[in-house]
């Protein structure tokens, strides 16, 4: 069974930085892709960002130029830096792997005032 560990969730005032982090352990398949997706409250799940084994990474342009992804697919660790964070940044983010977050709780991220 897959084991995600994932940390660095928070509670920041509006313009801090968060930095997530995600390890991931008991991998029995291939990993090409890692990254994050998060849901806020009565809202559907999202794509934050992903980054694949190439080097290349998408973003959602929510978050573009405020966050940046990084992975080491030989550790199989993904990390989130978060900068200049919003109010509408508030969500359980979830680590991913090749697209799906069927393994970790989560880390909860608030920004507010």
């Known amino acids: 069974q897959v084991q995600l560990v994932e940390s660095g969730g928070g509670t920041v005032q509006p313009g801090g930085s968060l930095r997530l982090s995600c390890a991931a352990s008991r991998i029995t398949f291939g990993i090409y892709a890692m990254g994050w997706y998060r849901q806020a409250p009565g809202k559907q799940r999202e794509l934050v960002a992903r980054i694949t084994i190439g080097g290349s990474t998408i973003y959602a342009d929510s978050v573009k130029g405020r966050f940046t992804i990084s992975g080491n697919f030989v550790q199989t660790t993904v990390s989130l830096q978060m900068n200049s964070l919003k109010p509408e940044d508030t969500a359980v983010y979830y680590c991913?792997?090749?697209?799906?977050?069927?393994w970790g709780q989560g880390t909860q991220v608030t920004v507010s005032s």
């Open positions: 991913s792997l090749n697209g799906k977050t069927d």
